[in-house]
């Protein structure tokens, strides 16, 4: 059964940085031919956007426009782990961030429960 485990939420000041991490349990990225990855995030009283994306082919990265230039996505397909950099964050930024994945040969995806980024004073 596939399962995606977030972690790295917290509670940081303005203007600090995050890493948070997505470890997926039942499948290897190295072995997906077609795959896409995601991070997304909630905030109370808001719908889900998506904040960062990237895929198998093109190997390329889209992001929120609100997070462009402060947060990067990365797969290390060594440690099967999805990362979301997150820096200079602002209050705007807290809410709970989502992993989401695609397997585009299985037509099917996965989310994770979440992980709760608190930013503030």
């Known amino acids: 059964q596939v399962q995606l485990v977030e972690s790295g939420g917290g509670l940081v000041q303005p203007g600090g940085s995050l890493r948070l991490s997505c470890v997926p349990s039942?499948?290897?990225?190295?072995?997906?031919?077609?795959?896409?990855t995601s991070w997304y995030r909630q905030a109370p009283g808001k719908e889900r956007e998506l904040v960062a994306s990237?895929?198998?082919?093109?190997?390329?990265?889209k992001y929120a426009d609100s997070v462009k230039g402060r947060f990067t996505i990365s797969l290390i397909s060594a440690r099967n782990t999805v990362y979301l950099q997150m820096d200079s964050l602002k209050p705007e930024d807290t809410a709970v961030y989502y992993c989401?994945?695609?397997?585009?040969?299985?037509?099917?995806?996965?989310w994770g429960k979440g992980t709760l980024v608190t930013v503030s004073s």
């Open positions: 989401n994945v695609v397997l585009h040969q299985y037509d099917t995806e996965y």
């Open positions: 039942g499948f290897t990225f190295s072995r997906i031919p077609r795959y896409s």
């Open positions: 990237i895929s198998s082919a093109p190997r390329s990265a």
